[in-house]
C-alpha cells in the first residue's frame, strides 16, 4: 500500500510538492493578502502628512512572497509545468498576468508527473 499523505493547510500554504485546484490557490492567495493587509496596515503620521508602514512589514512581507510562490508551483504542477516557471511572480507587472493565467487555466484530469488529481501530495 502506497504511503499517501492527506493534503493540509500548512501544505496548501507552504509545500512546493503536489498539485492544487483553483479554488485552493485563490482562496490561499485571498487569504495571504488579507492577512498581509490587516497586519501591514500603513497609518498617517498627522504631524507631517506621511504614510508610515509598521516596523514589522518586511517580516511579513516574507512569508507572504512564500505562501505566493508555493501556490504557483503546486498550480503550475498541476498544469504539467515545471514550478521553475513560478520565478515569473517576482518579475513586475508580469507577475499580475501569471497569478491571473495560473488561477484559470483548470488544471490536468488525473495524475501528471508531478502527483495524483489536485489536493494531493506524491507518494512518499
Same mark, same amino acid.
Given at each position: 500500500?502506497?504511503?499517501? #499523505? ?6 496548501? !500554504? /507552504?509545500?512546493?510538492? =503536489?498539485? +492544487? ?5 485563490? &482562496? =490561499?492567495? /485571498?487569504?495571504?493578502? %488579507? ?25 511579513? $512581507?516574507?512569508? @507572504? $512572497?512564500? @505562501?505566493?510562490?508555493? &501556490?504557483? @508551483?503546486? #498550480?503550475?504542477?498541476? #498544469? *504539467? /509545468?515545471?514550478?521553475? %516557471?513560478?520565478?515569473?511572480?517576482? +518579475?513586475? /507587472?508580469?507577475? +499580475? !498576468?501569471?497569478?491571473?493565467?495560473? *488561477? +484559470?487555466?483548470? *488544471?490536468? #484530469?488525473?495524475?501528471?508527473?508531478? *502527483? ?9
Amino acid at each position: 500500500m502506497a504511503n499517501t #499523505r492527506q493534503p493540509t493547510v500548512l501544505w496548501a !500554504l /507552504f509545500g512546493f510538492d =503536489g498539485r +492544487i485546484n483553483r479554488e485552493v490557490y485563490w &482562496l =490561499g492567495n /485571498f487569504g495571504a493578502a %488579507f492577512i498581509a493587509f490587516v497586519l501591514m496596515m500603513p497609518s498617517l503620521d498627522e504631524a507631517t502628512g506621511a504614510i508610515l508602514m509598521a516596523p514589522w512589514s518586511p517580516l511579513i $512581507a516574507l512569508p @507572504v $512572497a512564500w @505562501v505566493e510562490v508555493a &501556490l504557483a @508551483v503546486k #498550480r503550475l504542477h498541476d #498544469r *504539467g /509545468f515545471s514550478g521553475m %516557471f513560478a520565478a515569473a511572480m517576482f +518579475i513586475p /507587472f508580469l507577475n +499580475i !498576468l501569471a497569478a491571473i493565467v495560473i *488561477g +484559470i487555466i483548470p *488544471g490536468d #484530469r488525473g495524475a501528471n508527473r508531478f *502527483g495524483p488529481d489536485t489536493n494531493t501530495r506524491p507518494p512518499q
